[in-house]
């Protein structure tokens, strides 16, 4: 004949295993929220033109006009995709090149390192074009870039 146990408190031996556990799990969570480090990521990825920024700086090359800005309290860069060329606005006025903006972005960088820098590109832009636009902010000691996402 088989007898069956019952625990003089009602309470299954399953019970008595799963509360250790749960204590177990909520140590974890506390060790590993208090020793996660809350760096941002994107300041510890290189740049696709770092090697290039290191020649740059010690190049010594006179910086380009600053360009117009009604104050400086952020920087716009419109990215346009026109007639199969790119188009570069600077808060509202045309860049000629990708050259000349990076001489505008040095220059007004130069004066005021701490203005954030807005990249805003259009949906027909791609993210390699749009990206390039960024190293050369953060090549240039910009201390916020921002990226426009749609």
Same mark, same amino acid.
């Given at each position: 004949?088989?007898? *069956?146990?019952? +625990?003089? =408190?009602? =309470?299954?031996?399953? #019970? +008595?295993?799963?509360?250790?556990?749960?204590?177990?799990?909520?140590?974890? &969570?506390?060790?590993?929220? *208090?020793?996660?480090?809350?760096?941002?990521?994107?300041?510890? &990825?290189?740049?696709?033109?770092?090697?290039?920024?290191?020649?740059? @700086?010690?190049?010594?090359?006179?910086?380009? %006009?600053?360009?117009?800005?009604?104050? $400086?309290?952020?920087?716009?860069?419109?990215?346009?995709?026109?007639?199969?060329? &790119?188009?570069? $606005?600077? +808060?509202? +006025?045309?860049? #000629?090149?990708? %050259?000349? $903006?990076?001489?505008q972005v040095q220059a007004i960088l130069s004066v005021r390192p701490d203005v954030p820098i807005i990249v805003d590109p259009? #949906?027909?832009?791609?993210?390699? #074009?749009?990206? =390039?636009?960024?190293?050369?902010?953060? @090549?240039?000691?910009? $201390?916020?870039?921002?990226?426009?996402?749609?």
């Open positions: 004949m088989k007898t *069956t146990f019952t +625990n003089p =408190r009602g =309470r299954t031996s399953l #019970d +008595n295993m799963m509360t250790p556990m749960i204590d177990v799990v909520f140590l974890l &969570l506390v060790f590993f929220l *208090t020793t996660a480090s809350f760096q941002r990521p994107e300041k510890l &990825l290189p740049g696709a033109l770092s090697a290039e920024a290191q020649s740059m @700086r010690g190049a010594g090359e006179p910086p380009a %006009e600053i360009p117009p800005a009604d104050d $400086l309290s952020d920087c716009v860069i419109k990215i346009r995709m026109q007639e199969s060329s &790119l188009v570069y $606005l600077w +808060n509202g +006025n045309p860049s #000629d090149s990708l %050259e000349s $903006l990076k001489g259009e #949906d027909s832009v791609s993210a390699g #074009d749009a990206l =390039r636009v960024y190293d050369i902010a953060k @090549r240039y000691g910009a $201390l916020s870039v921002f990226m426009v996402a749609r």
